[in-house]
């Protein structure tokens, strides 16, 4: 018999969060990308999709912009999620992103089921690898958004620094840009929606869902704990509608094979990169 | 006669000396990476008659260069000057070509191509001359140079970048690969910088990759015996 029962895994906020995120990353992977690759006719051809070099650098600009802004929204967000009459609980507890020694313990153990020789860790709502996801951004996206703005704006900046630190800028830019490219289009799509536990697709991160049967599979620790405070039938939900579904599997799709096309021509490409 | 006799080389000393202040204003003047244009084009077609084809030997991306090839560039700089054992440095010249044989045939990027990479010439489409100047190209370090740092900023940089100051001027155009030992000689900020995000993105990669690939595999096989057991 097929489970059907779902709960609620993200809320409207935290998926609206993610979405906006996705959008960014991947309008500033093609414009980042059509600009890294100017010299290569590939670069060329990326940057005319965005109306020519200049018009791409000014969208990565704009959409770097919005990036922050994003960012520090979700950091506003977070303040006011946090529980701050039970800071512990709310900073420390099971349903809390930062990363504790249950972690490690998750982490050695899966190491040891992978190799075959232990069972699989019984995860509480948050992976390892999910907090890494999560915290990735936070050292990521501000060494983007402060030399991005160096590099925008270097004659404010050699106000207070000297010019030398452009080339130190535009080095750590690239570098970390092709790190989060790398990790997002490999790590995260292949652990999000391309393994056998997740293909097709990961749905939870659209719908805000999870088929429960899913979930005391993969997290079992969390549906344990939900159970025991009777809080299952709390977050029930209702399954999407089909033409939802739909809509998602055709972005989600689309920015698989966007991240895909823009990974392996910069592999093949990958003569052109220049760090500085 | 010894009041005429120092009076005489009063005057020889005074004219010797207008004659270098003359030397120094007017013919170190001329050394023309003084020159103030902002694009090579300009500068052609204000101080010569050009057929044009100037254009195709600057270094620019994408251009092709009709009469000079450059499939042997020589890795050595100026290895094939004989000039080269006489004239050790070059970096305060008036005139930083000078002795090299067939230097007129020559477009910069055969002796320099690392420097025709910069970011300055592959992305703002830059010739080399519109910072360097014309012939003579002046050492950057010669006094005169309007590539020296006492007035980088106001005469190269503030071409394009409008309100350069020094500070700013001090961003190295032709900066060393930045994973290079030269570069940890000569710009450690940029070689520690380079090294530390290799370690990153390797370590990163380096251990989600596998890890990944092993979940994916582990998932399959206990897929595998699920579909069996059915």
């Known amino acids: 018999m097929i489970e059907t029962t779902v ?77 701050w009459l039970d800071l512990r609980q709310s900073l420390f507890g099971p349903d809390s992103l930062i990363p504790n020694f249950q972690d490690i313990r998750h982490l050695s153990r899966q190491i040891r089921w992978l190799f075959g020789v232990g069972d699989h860790p019984r995860f509480d709502r948050w992976t390892y690898w999910e907090k ?8 990521g996206l501000p060494l983007l958004a402060i030399t991005g703005i160096m590099l925008i704006y270097p004659l404010w900046t050699c106000r207070f620094a000297p010019g030398w630190i452009l080339n130190v800028a535009a080095l750590l830019h690239r570098a970390e840009a092709i790190l989060a490219v790398s990790y997002i289009f490999i790590v995260h799509f292949f652990i999000g929606h391309l393994r056998p536990a997740s293909f097709p697709m990961n749905e939870a991160m ?3 869902n ?37 809509i998602y599997y055709v972005f989600g799709y689309s920015s698989i094979l966007l991240g895909v096309y823009l990974l392996i021509n910069g592999i093949i490409y990958s003569r052109y990169i220049r760090l500085h | 006669m010894n009041e005429n006799y120092f009076r005489w080389r009063q005057r020889c000393l005074i004219v010797l000396f207008i ?105 703002a489409n830059l010739s080399c001359r519109q910072c360097h100047g014309a012939e003579p190209i002046a050492s950057i370090e010669h006094y005169y140079s309007s590539l020296n740092p006492i007035r980088k900023h106001a ?54 990759i596998p890890h990944s690939f092993l979940v994916g595999l582990r998932e399959l096989i206990k897929q595998i015996g699920k579909w069996r057991n059915q």
């Open chain 1, 132 to 139: 890494f996801d999560y915290w990735g951004v936070f050292w």
């Open chain 1, 210 to 246: 999870v088929v429960l049967g899913q979930a005391t599979e993969e997290k079992p620790a969390w549906i344990e704990r939900l159970k025991m405070k009777g809080a299952i039938e709390k977050i029930k939900a209702q399954p999407p509608s089909q033409w939802f579904r739909v």
């Open chain 1, 7 to 83: 709960i609620k895994r993200f809320s409207l906020s935290e998926r609206l969060f993610h979405f906006l995120l996705m959008l960014s990353f991947l309008i500033q992977s093609a414009t980042g990308f059509g600009r890294l690759f100017i010299n290569s006719k590939w670069g060329e051809k990326v940057c005319y999709v965005f109306g020519g070099y200049e018009n791409a650098s000014l969208i990565h600009h704009f959409v770097g912009g919005i990036m922050i802004a994003g960012f520090l929204l979700h950091i506003i967000f977070l303040l006011f999620k946090i529980n």
């Open chain 1, 206 to 208: 659209f719908s805000g």
């Open chain 2, 155 to 208: 005469y190269v940089c503030s071409k394009c970048h409008e309100g350069a100051s020094a500070s700013f001027a001090s961003y190295i155009v032709h900066e060393p690969a930045p994973g290079s030992p030269e570069a940890r000689k000569t710009f450690s900020e940029l070689y520690y910088a380079y090294w530390f995000m290799m370690f990153l993105l390797t370590v990163t990669l380096a251990f989600f």
């Open chain 2, 19 to 123: 004659l270098m202040l003359a030397e120094l204003i007017v013919v170190t003047s001329t050394v023309f990476s003084q020159e103030e244009v902002a694009s090579a084009i300009r500068r052609y077609k204000g101080y010569e008659s050009s057929t044009g084809y100037y254009e195709e030997f600057e270094v620019k991306p994408n251009r092709i260069r009709p009469f000079v090839g450059v499939s042997e560039v020589k890795k050595s700089v100026f290895s094939y000057s004989p000039a080269a054992s006489e004239v050790r440095v070059r970096t305060r010249l008036s005139d930083s070509h000078y002795g090299i044989r067939f230097y007129e045939n020559l477009s910069c990027q055969y002796c320099h191509p690392a420097e025709a990479m910069d970011i300055h010439t592959t992305r």
